[in-house]
């Protein structure tokens, strides 16, 4: 069984850094093909995809935000990371984790995050 | 970047109605364009793959159809449990973008 759960801060001041946390189970980001992406929603508005990570450490970022985003790994572990430097209220969001078996297939329920002064 | 514009963005309809949900694609995108159903609270759940590939697990009531840069999501007969709002996502080049959302809601 493929579950995902993310984890985040909650709340966070402007221009400081977005630390997420993505713990899975039932997969394992050694495997061919598997992969981990962010994708964050703000309340009411539509899904935006952030970035990936794949097995052989191969990244790919959304160009809108690719300066502001870090992806990693730990491969051990079962988890994922994401890094937001510099947010913004902007960045206010449900922000998801889900599967990459070659496209999304599994998904986290989703942290929500504030940013507020 | 692909834009994907999904309509409508809201539907009212029944139970045992047929109901269909449209993503067009701003270019071709290969078939590279799946469907997944959310919940409040609850994680999205992919419903199709690759325009027309059931998910394993997912009643066939539900199916995808299309081609080039029009994409259809067709619930054959509706029941209680449908009703969540759905949308699309192309992953046929990158970023990957999702279409803005279908609400489907109990008329």
């Known amino acids: 069984q493929v579950t995902l759960k993310e984890s985040g801060p909650g709340i966070l001041q402007p221009s400081q850094t977005l630390s997420l946390t993505c713990t899975f189970s039932g997969f394992s980001l050694s495997t061919y093909g598997m992969g981990v992406g962010w994708i964050r929603q703000p309340s009411g508005k539509g899904l935006e995809w952030l970035a990936n990570i794949w097995w052989d450490d191969d990244k790919y970022y959304n160009p809108s935000l690719k300066n502001r985003l870090t992806i990693s790994k730990d491969t051990s572990n079962n988890q994922a990371f994401l890094k937001i430097t510099n947010v913004d209220t902007a960045d206010t969001a449900t922000y998801y984790c889900?599967?990459?078996?070659?496209?999304?297939?599994?998904w986290g329920q989703g942290v929500m995050v504030t940013v507020s002064s | 970047d692909i834009q994907m514009t999904q309509s409508p963005s809201f539907l009212s309809a029944s139970v045992g109605d047929r109901v269909t949900i449209n993503c067009k694609a701003s270019q071709n995108i290969n078939k590279y364009l799946n469907w997944y159903q959310q919940k409040l609270g609850e994680a999205p759940k992919r419903l199709i793959y690759?325009?027309?590939n059931l998910q394993t697990g997912i009643p066939s009531r539900f199916s995808g159809s299309g081609s080039g840069t029009d994409y259809t999501l067709t619930i054959s007969s509706l029941q209680p449990e449908d009703f969540a709002t759905y949308f699309c996502l192309q992953h046929n080049s990158f970023p990957w973008t999702f279409g803005g959302g279908t609400k489907l809601e109990l008329k």
């Open positions: 690759n325009t027309n």
């Open positions: 889900a599967r990459i078996y070659w496209v999304f297939d599994y």
